[in-house]
Every structure is written in structure tokens, then in C-alpha cells.
Nanobody, 123 residues
Framework: QVQLVESGGGLVQAGGSLRLSCAAS????????MGWFRQAPGKEREFVATISRSGSITYYADSVKGRFTISRDSAKNTVNLQMNSLKPEDTAVYYCAASSSGPGSRAGDMDYWGKGTLVTVSS
């Protein structure tokens, strides 16, 4: 079992930055593909980014490519999401997730989920 706890959410103005962190416990996350997903009010949960076990392969949604960066720190058992140039449409609850499948994993492939952290971007 893996427990995931997200942190770093908050209120930021458009154009600003936030760094989300996901701390894992119970098991090392080095054996998992890690991902970030988000869900805006009234919308489906959507893919944001994933990173492979080694950290050498990353995937991003087109909507965040060039603005967000996913990274992992195996020593700290954490995965991070650096979010720059934030837009009001980035407002959502952001979830960290772990998958035993490859970096192409999407929401349906995830084995473990955190409870989420709220990001609000004001215009």
C-alpha cells in the first residue's frame, strides 16, 4: 500500500507560480510511474503529467506543456509539479497518483491516489 499526500496548493494570481509536492509513505515510489491529475468544478478528472520510474520519461497534457514540470526525488520519496505562468483555467483540485504501469498511464491505470490539493488562479 502507498499513501500519497499532496501539498502546496493555494490562491495565486494569473501569471504566477506554485509548486505542488506529493509525499509518499508505506512503500518507495521508485517502483511506480507517478502522475498528476486535476479536476475542475463540474468537469471530469483530467491528465496533467506523468513521470517514469527513472524520471527519464515525462508526458504532459497539451494544455500545460511548456508551463508545468513534473519531477521526482527518490531519496525523499516525493514527486513535484512546478507550475509557472498559471492561468485561471488551471484552477482545479490537483491529485497525485501512482501506477505500476508505464509512463503512458492515465487515470484508469492508477493504483493509488492522494486526496488532492486545491489550486485557485485568479484573473
Amino acid at each position: 500500500q502507498v499513501q500519497l499526500v499532496e501539498s502546496g496548493g493555494g490562491l495565486v494570481q494569473a501569471g504566477g507560480s506554485l509548486r505542488l509536492s506529493c509525499a509518499a509513505s508505506g512503500r518507495t515510489i521508485s517502483i511506480y510511474t507517478m502522475g498528476w491529475f486535476r479536476q475542475a468544478p463540474g468537469k471530469e478528472r483530467e491528465f496533467v503529467a506523468t513521470i517514469s520510474r527513472s524520471g527519464s520519461i515525462t508526458y504532459y497534457a497539451d494544455s500545460v506543456k511548456g508551463r508545468f514540470t513534473i519531477s521526482r526525488d527518490s531519496a525523499k520519496n516525493t514527486v513535484n509539479l512546478q507550475m509557472n505562468s498559471l492561468k485561471p483555467e488551471d484552477t482545479a483540485v490537483y491529485y497525485c497518483a501512482a501506477s505500476s504501469s508505464g509512463p503512458g498511464s492515465r487515470a484508469g491505470d492508477m493504483d493509488y491516489w492522494g486526496k488532492g490539493t486545491l489550486v485557485t488562479v485568479s484573473s
